[in-house]
Structure formats: C-alpha cells, structure tokens
C-alpha cells in the first residue's frame, strides 16, 4: 500500500488519493480507472508536447502508455508513484516515435511535482460545493471577471463576494490537505514563501 | 508548504492546473480511458525490442534500398513476435516456433487467422492502424503487442 491509502479515512476523501484510485482500478473499479486518466491525463500530454510529437505519434504514445498501465495496474513497485512511473513510460515511448535524436529541456521532476499539485488542485476544486465552484471559476478565468460582473452572473452582492472568496478557499484548503497537497512537496506558486 | 499559500497564490495556482487540464484534448483523455479494456487480460505483454524504422532514422542517412521493408520485433519473456511488412502484407512468425492462433484487434474490431507448425503467420491486407496482435498458443501461453501504427 502507497503512503497515501495508509493514512487515516476522513471524511471519504482519501477515496480520491491516487493509490487508492489504482487498487480500485486493479480491483475492476472502471470509474476509478477513469478518475486516474483524468487526473494524469495533462501529464501524458505534457510530455507529449514537449517532444513537439504530430497527432498520430501522440495518439501512438497514449495508446500505449495507458496500455501498459492497464497491464501492470495491480504490480506496480509502489502505487504512490504512478506520477513518475507515468512520466518516464511517457518518455520512453515518445523517443521511440521520435525519428530524430533528442527530446525536450524540461526537467522530469518538474513536470511530476507540477502535475501532481495540479491534481491536487483540482480534485479540491471538484470537492468544492457549487456555489463555491461557479465563483472560484470566475476568480481563475482568463481574464478574471470583475466583482460586478461576478456580482450580476451569481446573483450576490459585491460587499460579499470576499467573504465568499476567503470562506471557499478555505474549504479547498482543508481539501487539498486531505488529499496530500503536502506529500507532494509543493511550493507556493511565484516563489514567495507567503504569509 | 500548504500554510504558506495565500489566498493569491491559491487561486493563481488553481488557474494553472485548470488551464494545463483544458490543453488537453477529449480523443486524449477517451484514449486512457479505453485501454481500461486491457486490464486483466490474460496475456502477457511483449514489448517492441526492435523497429528498423528507428533504427534507420538514428542512422540519419537515407537508404532508399532498406526503406521498402519494415520489420518489427515483440519480446516477452517467453517468446518473441517478428514481424516484417511487404508488399502490400504483413509477414510474422513466433519464435520459438509454435503453432497457435493470431488475433489482430483493430479499432472496428478483432480478426483471427491461424499461425502453423513453423510459427508463420501471414495478415493480408496489412491491418489499418493502429492495431495490436494477440498471439494464442496451442498448449494455453498468450501473448500481445503493445498498439503498432505503421
């Protein structure tokens, strides 16, 4: 068992972490195998796209990739590092498909960290009630929607769109500790170390 | 660590893992999703040890005269699958020699043809790919290929 199934059931929501994810997938769970290719999903095409692959090629690796992970579902080493055991499989098969040496500069612990928190991330965020979601998802858009817009589409007054800010992230926080935000040595984005 | 995030940098992080999820295509995400019909399957998996395809390509010189023939090679730890495309067909064999039966599962389905005495088996039309084979020897030992796209 992975470091994460180990710890202790609260509140369901180590249901979600990715061990438990994969011996349920091992145990013919198709949702839980669903689950795990969502969450990763973003890694495999990451690589992919780092090695510049046309769609066929990408296609070739996908295949093959989850392929292999659907064989070897119930033996992997250690069921917590599937993002690294996903990662180097990933690259492997890109450079088989990729006729010209080489590969791309971005460093692989990066890559696992960085898909690993955005996981995370939005694991919490779908935990998330959804009034809750619906104004988080406005905050995170691109570009953000202003507090009156916000106001309009949601139907709250602007005077409490802060509060409702604070008291969502909150619950995500209390999420993402859940699901392991920790384990996976995350740092807080732009570098700052925060309040 | 966790506590040292602020409300900024929750949700500039949040944007970024919404943002690296929606790169990703539908036909992606569908693709991971279908090869949960490979779980449990009762077969081992040969990986491809060999592609002349590759090799010609890290050779970076152009030889007109090899280029015709592509020929592939799957290596479980009980057997091998080589496989060699030709004119218009594609040539295998099973190594050691076994007799058995070849599944070739494409993504409209699944076709059988018999592999001899010798291990020889021969798809004519090439499959459309990609397409994966399945080797099922006479006395029960099962083996398959990873997907191959030529």
Request: one cysteine or more; charged letters at 20%; hydrophobic letters at 45%.
């Amino acid at each position: 068992m992975g470091l994460k199934a180990s710890r202790p059931s609260l509140a369901g929501y180590d249901d979600s972490a990715t061990a438990a994810l994969i011996s349920r997938a091992a145990a013919s769970d198709h949702g839980a195998w669903d689950e795990l290719v969502e969450r990763y999903a973003p890694l495999v095409w990451s690589i992919c796209m780092g090695f510049r692959l046309g769609h066929r090629d990408v296609e070739d690796v996908a295949q093959n990739v989850w392929l292999l992970l659907a064989e070897q579902l119930g033996r992997l080493p250690e069921p917590a590092e599937l993002p690294g055991w996903l990662a180097r499989t990933t690259r492997r098969e890109c450079r088989r498909v990729v006729t010209s040496a080489g590969g791309p500069d971005t460093v692989i612990g990066e890559e696992i960290v960085m898909a690993e928190r955005n996981a995370v991330l939005r694991a919490a965020f779908a935990q998330l009630p959804p009034r809750c979601q619906s104004l988080i998802g406005m905050l995170t858009s691109d570009p953000p929607c202003s507090y009156a817009e916000i106001s309009t589409t949601l139907g709250i007054p602007v005077e409490s769109i802060a509060p409702q800010r604070a008291c969502c992230l909150e619950r995500m926080r209390g999420s993402m500790a859940l699901l392991g935000l920790a384990e996976a040595g995350a740092n807080p984005p732009g570098g700052g170390p925060g309040a | 660590m966790l506590e040292g995030w602020d409300d900024e940098q929750l949700l500039a992080a949040l944007g970024e893992a919404v943002k690296a999820r929606e790169a990703v295509p539908e036909w992606f995400v569908e693709t991971g999703k279908n090869a949960y019909a490979w779980h449990n399957i009762d077969a081992e998996l040969a990986q491809l040890t060999y592609d002349s395809q590759a090799d010609a390509g890290q050779m970076a010189v152009a030889r007109s005269e090899t280029a015709s023939i592509r020929a592939l090679t799957f290596t479980s730890a009980h057997l091998s699958i080589e496989l060699e495309v030709a004119d218009g067909s594609l040539l295998g064999q099973v190594v050691p020699p076994q007799p058995g039966t070849l599944e070739t599962h494409t993504r409209s389905g699944m076709t059988t043809s018999p592999v001899d005495e010798a291990g020889f088996f021969a798809l004519e039309p090439i499959p459309a790919s990609p397409f994966l084979l399945r080797f099922r020897a006479t006395d029960g030992a099962s083996v398959m290929t990873g997907w191959i796209t030529l």
